[in-house]
Structure formats: structure tokens, C-alpha cells
């Protein structure tokens, strides 16, 4: 198996205090490795987008580990964390996040303006991206004059002009037709398959999940099953039962060990089961 690209440790995210705590992510320690396809799976509430938002660096935890690379990114100054982000990381949200004031290509080489990429390098690789996607020839509309299947395909293609090692996608055909979001599927397959791209997806869509390797299913802020292979797949498309149960919860003792909080108050964000944060570059 290749090595753990990104891994977690006693993971926590706690919201608020008192009476009005609440205990959305309960202690995971799980890796994920390169170049595997990972559904993260649960109903509205259990975890998935926050657990989702932690490891794409957008959020930090109440206590507990990220690590990328081996490498805790508790370690990392702001500017680093976000510099990584944007390098390494790419974005599909289910609610597109376009500017509709600017052109398409505008919108795809948001992260490399951010990243200070002259003007002439961002367009030329602005259009190959956008060529790959079968969207050159609308670069110069505006986003809001796009159908929903072409706004995810602008989405992707911002998500890739960074060349990311990994992909995460929230709800990535939440907001398309059936069609459509069959469309959608198989281009990000297909960036998994033939770019060996990390893909991380959270999903309601069984049949979106069985296309992963690997499904962690979450409950209540834990993951109470992790399958791999067949087993995934079943579980994914409704006709098997998880193969392989347990929530790993560490005692803080690990590589990654990190002491909780005292009051389990957050470090920083918000609800991210109910609220979208993104990151720079990201928009």
C-alpha cells in the first residue's frame, strides 16, 4: 500500500459550550494513502463536512492531528498552512463558489493569481485546463450564463490548475441532473484513474460512493465502518452490510499525540455542516 498522504489522530471538533456544546467530531485516527478514491459517508449532521473541512486544512480542530506527509500541520505557520492548501489541494463544492461577475477564465485562475503566476502563465495554463474539460471555447463568457454542468466543470478545472496532489469534493452532483452528475462522476474518475489524484469525496449518493475504493461511514461524529475494495462498493449501492466495524478512538499516545483542550472550545470556523468556509485561493 503507498504511503498515507494524510492522517488524523484523536481528532475532535467541538462547536460552542455549556449547554449549547456540541460534539461534532469524536476522537478519529484514520490514514488516507496516495492515490486512493474515498467516499466519506453519513446522514446531514453526522460529521462528514466538518471531518471533510478539517482535512482540507479549511478548518482547525479542537484537539487531535492532521498530518500531511508525516508531518503535523499544527507545526506549520498560517502562512504555510495556506500556502499548502492552495499548492497541494483542490476544491469541487456542491454550491460552485463562481464569481458570476467575471468570465470563466477568470474564475479557473483565481488560485494562480493568488499564488503571484504572471498573467501570461495563468491564461496559457487557464485554457489548457479548460481545454481538457471541453469548456475552451465558453473561457471568455461570464460564469453566470452557464448551466449548472458547466459551472462544476469550471469548478474542476480551477480545482486542477494547481496540478493537485489531492481532490476533495463536497457534494460534488448534489446541485445536477442525473445525467449530468453521471458526467461529472466520470470526469473525476477519470482524473483519479489517470492522474493517480487523492480523491476525496462527501457524498449522500450511494451510487457515488460505490464507485470509491474505500467508504468511511460516519455516525454521530465517529466512523463507525470503514470498507474497502467489494466491500465498499456493496455498502456503497445499498445491498451489503459494512464489512469492518470500529470507530478507532486514540487516547492521545500516538506518533501524533496532541492533548485536548480544557474546555473543548474551538480553535477557529464554524459549523460546517450547515455553513461553507473556503480557503484561499479557493473562492
Given amino acids: 500500500m503507498s504511503a498515507p498522504v494524510l492522517e488524523t489522530e484523536n481528532l475532535v471538533k467541538v462547536y460552542g459550550r455549556g449547554e449549547s456544546r456540541f460534539d461534532a467530531l469524536k476522537g ?24 471533510m473541512h ?42 460552485f463558489f463562481l464569481n458570476a461577475n467575471q468570465t470563466v477564465l477568470e474564475n479557473v485562475i483565481l488560485p494562480l493569481k493568488i499564488a503571484g503566476v504572471s498573467a501570461s502563465e495563468r491564461k496559457r495554463r487557464g485554457m489548457e485546463v479548460l481545454e481538457q474539460l471541453e469548456m475552451a471555447d465558453k473561457a471568455k463568457n461570464k460564469a453566470n450564463d452557464l448551466s449548472g454542468g ?25 446541485n ?19 492522474r493517480g489524484i487523492t480523491l476525496v469525496v ?30 465498499a462498493k456493496a455498502a456503497g449501492a445499498g445491498v451489503g452490510q459494512a464489512s469492518r466495524e470500529g470507530s478507532r478512538q486514540v487516547g492521545g499516545h500516538g506518533k501524533h499525540a496532541a492533548p485536548a483542550t480544557a474546555d473543548g472550545q474551538p480553535a477557529s470556523g464554524q459549523d460546517t455542516e450547515t455553513g461553507t468556509k473556503t480557503g484561499e485561493g479557493q473562492a
Avoid at 478519529?28 to 471531518?51: C, M, R
Avoid at 480551477?158 to 460534488?172: G, H, K, M, W, Y
Avoid at 457524498?203 to 466491500?231: F, K, N, Y
Fill in 54 to 95: 478539517l482535512l482540507a486544512l479549511l478548518d482547525e480542530p479542537t484537539s487531535g492531528v492532521v498530518a500531511m506527509d508525516g508531518r503535523p500541520v499544527s507545526q506549520l505557520k498560517p502562512a504555510q498552512v495556506s500556502a499548502l492548501r492552495n499548492d497541494t489541494f483542490g476544491f469541487v463544492f456542491q454550491q
Fill in 28 to 51: 478519529l485516527t484514520f490514514e488516507i494513502h496516495e492515490g486512493e478514491s474515498v467516499a466519506i459517508v453519513g446522514k446531514s449532521g453526522s460529521g462528514k463536512s466538518t471531518l
Fill in 176 to 194: 445536477l441532473d442525473t445525467a449530468t452528475g453521471e458526467v461529472v462522476e466520470d470526469i473525476l474518475f477519470g482524473l483519479h484513474r489517470d
Fill in 150 to 174: 458547466q459551472k462544476q466543470r469550471v469548478c474542476i478545472a480551477r480545482a486542477l490548475i494547481n496540478q493537485p496532489t489531492v481532490l476533495f469534493a463536497d457534494e460534488p452532483t448534489g
Fill in 202 to 231: 462527501v457524498t449522500h449518493d450511494d451510487d457515488l460512493a460505490s464507485r470509491c475504493d474505500r467508504r468511511l461511514l460516519m455516525q454521530d461524529g465517529l466512523i463507525v465502518a470503514d470498507d474497502r475494495g467489494e466491500a
